[in-house]
């Protein structure tokens, strides 16, 4: 499981210039009506984008050869969605907050310290390295079939496969 960097749209949500290589962006997650919606938009416009609804963002790069775009996701981005997800009830966003942590687990920004039961539900009891604190995840019961279309959710969001 890896999720690649997004070439992008390459077009700002606002302006709608088509990036050029080597182009800095940023690129907003927004929480709209419990949907995620990735819109990218150029320097120019990160003051006129809407502020409202902001889960998460970052900076993307257009490379300067699409073919040796950079290959893996920043995990600070992937990091960040983790925490903000933490007291999420939405059943797909613990879905994603599941499929997170195991990234973050084989990135080592996770530590596994143990499972908890309560009632129907499993818990992981996860460390969180960079914070020095616990936190416990919900483990749905997915399928690996459902894992693999949750990682591929993620990846179209923040990211998409080249
Ligand atoms: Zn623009």
């Not at 999720?3 to 962006?25: A, D, M, Q």
């Not at 927004?30 to 902001?54: A, H």
């Not at 879905?95 to 499993?122: A, C, I, Q």
């Amino acid at each position: 499981m890896e999720w690649s960097i997004n070439k992008g749209s390459r077009v700002c949500f606002h302006c709608e210039k088509i990036f050029p290589e080597e182009e800095v962006y940023h690129s907003v997650l927004y929480d709209e009506n419990n949907m995620f919606v990735r819109r990218d938009f150029c320097l120019e416009c990160w003051d006129k984008k809407s502020d409202e609804n902001i889960f998460s963002y970052w900076k993307t790069k257009i490379s300067k050869k699409p073919e040796k775009v950079e290959k893996y996701a920043k995990t600070d981005v992937f990091y960040d969605l983790f925490n903000k997800l933490e007291n999420e009830q939405d059943l797909s966003r613990v879905n994603f907050r599941y499929v997170l942590s195991l990234y973050l687990l084989r990135k080592k920004l996770l530590k596994l310290t143990t499972t908890r039961k309560s009632g129907d539900n499993e818990y992981l009891v996860l460390h969180n390295v960079k914070e020095g604190i616990d936190t416990e995840v919900l483990k749905p019961q997915l399928s690996k079939e459902e894992v693999l279309a949750v990682t591929d959710e993620i990846g179209k969001l923040v990211n998409c496969t080249l």
